[in-house]
């Protein structure tokens, strides 16, 4: 399977944005999904995931209450809302997929079998 993401861009602080995740190949609905990103000098971070059903859902506390993460199966697409953007939230955003077994640890430290997409770059101003 392959992942593209599209939708970053340069904003203000306070606007929003939100990132789309297109995959193609594999069924996208066999796996979790999960958004990820990486600012200038750091470490890539967690941001959120779901499990495949979508019943499921994981934030960083970050973006708890401004960021949603939501999925369309039937579209193989997955989608990073994001409200009320920051500075902070300045990274590379790389979407993820990972198998349905993966135990949460190993979600927030993206460790194991995920495929990633190339990333996008949201840039926020003050």
């Known amino acids: 399977v392959q992942l593209v993401e599209s939708g970053g861009g340069l904003v203000q602080a306070g606007d929003s944005l939100r990132l789309t995740c297109a995959a193609s190949g594999r069924s996208f609905s066999e796996y979790g999904l999960g958004w990820f990103r990486q600012a200038p000098g750091k470490e890539r971070e967690f941001v959120a995931a779901?499990?495949?059903?979508?019943?499921?859902?994981y934030y960083a506390d970050s973006v708890k209450g401004r960021f949603t993460i939501s999925r369309d199966n039937a579209k193989g697409t997955g989608y990073l809302q994001m409200n009320s953007l920051k500075p902070e939230d300045t990274a590379v955003y790389y979407c993820a997929l990972f198998p349905q077994s993966t135990i949460l640890s190993s979600i927030y430290s993206a460790r194991g079998d995920f495929i990633w997409g190339q990333g996008t770059q949201v840039t926020v101003s003050s």
């Open positions: 779901q499990r495949r059903s979508g019943s499921t859902t």
